[in-house]
T-cell receptor, first 115, second 114 residues
């Protein structure tokens, strides 16, 4: 069975601090995808990134960076120099490459960035 | 920008009434998902379709929920009869399996059953 764990329920930081959101996943499959989605207060789910299981290179996109480590089954997300607009709930998700490609979500981490 | 469109955005209904939620997936996407989000359960997969055929609806209460794709541009999720415990945000997402595999989500339908 597949599972995604986001142990941090809520994180509060002051603007300009760096913050890391943790994600640990479980799967027996060797081919899978990992995702991060952002859910701002408006409610929509915004796609941030997809990584496949064969690509462990870290990725940076502006203030966002992702650290994928298969050895620890983790796919952590770091926001550098956080801003108030980063306040949202962030979801990590796993998709196994079988017939479904369905997304299995973690419970989410609520990030509050205070001015 | 191509996007998934869901209607209505908000729905308040009385217990026992039928509710139909609609979703227009992104043109060209071959997979459609329905998710439900609640505080207690988080994001749960209710059903999904591939090339309009239902692949799995094991996440849905079968006695009251039904999902269909009458054509490639429309997916529907129906609840009959609705109950207060169905109150949630229902998301539709579409994706292209075999190509980009991220699912793009609609803005959701916030359902309140009173």
């Amino acid at each position: 069975a597949q599972k995604v764990t986001q142990a941090q329920t809520e994180i509060s930081v002051v603007e300009k601090e760096d913050v890391t959101l943790d994600c640990v996943y479980e799967t027996r499959d060797t081919t899978y995808y990992l995702f991060w989605y952002k859910q701002p207060p408006s409610g929509e789910l915004v796609f941030l990134i997809r990584r496949n299981s064969f690509d462990e290179q870290n990725e940076i996109s502006g203030r966002y960076s992702w650290n994928f480590q298969k050895s620890t089954s983790s796919f952590n997300f770091t926001i550098t120099a956080s801003q108030v607009v980063d306040s949202a709930v962030y979801f990590c998700a796993l998709s196994v490459v079988d017939s479904s490609y369905k997304l299995i979500f973690g419970s989410g981490t609520r990030l509050l960035v205070r001015p | 920008d191509a996007r998934v469109t869901q209607t209505p955005r908000h729905k308040v209904t009385e217990m026992g009434q039928e509710v139909t939620m609609r979703c227009q997936p992104i043109l060209g996407h071959n997979t459609v998902f329905w998710y439900r989000q609640t505080m207690m359960q988080g994001l749960e997969l209710l059903a999904y379709f591939r090339n309009r055929a239902p692949l799995d609806d094991s996440g849905m209460p079968k006695d009251r929920f039904s999902a269909e794709m009458p054509d490639a541009t429309l997916a529907t999720l129906k609840i009959q009869p609705s109950e207060p415990r169905d109150s949630a945000v229902y998301f539709c997402a579409s994706g292209l399996v075999g190509g980009d595999t991220e699912a793009f989500f609609g803005q959701g339908t916030r359902l309140t059953v009173v």
